[in-house]
């Protein structure tokens, strides 16, 4: 089974950065896809980028071109540098991983507030 901590969340002001990391750990076999959905209050869980081991990308429409997902194999670790934030962009934000082909994992969440 792998686990998942994430960290970085916080409160940031309108325009800012913030890059949120996930690590995984545990005695699950191999790690494909990883990537962060978030929930805004009163909304359902939504895509926000995966990346595929090999590093193919795919981001929500909402953030291309202020978010970058990346990650570091070696470390079992993905990250999200998120710029340009927007009072919108204020949620829970879920870290995931598929692994050993058809299992998924979820971490416990991390709050993002963006406001002034």
């Known amino acids: 089974q792998v686990q998942l901590v994430e960290s970085g969340g916080g409160l940031v002001q309108p325009g800012g950065s913030l890059r949120l990391s996930c690590a995984a750990s545990?005695?699950?076999?191999?790690?494909?896809?990883m990537g962060w959905y978030r929930r805004a209050p009163g909304k359902q869980r939504e895509l926000v980028a995966t990346?595929?081991?090999?590093?193919?990308?795919n981001y929500a429409d909402s953030v291309k071109g202020r978010f970058t997902i990346s990650r570091d194999n070696a470390k079992n670790t993905v990250y999200l540098q998120m710029n340009s934030l927007k009072p919108e962009d204020t949620a829970v934000y879920y870290c995931?991983?598929?692994?050993?082909?058809?299992?998924?994992?979820w971490g416990q969440g991390t709050q993002v507030t963006v406001s002034s």
């Open positions: 995931m991983c598929n692994y050993d082909g058809f299992m998924t994992s």
């Open positions: 545990g005695s699950g076999g191999s790690i494909s896809d």
């Open positions: 990346i595929t081991r090999g590093g193919r990308t």
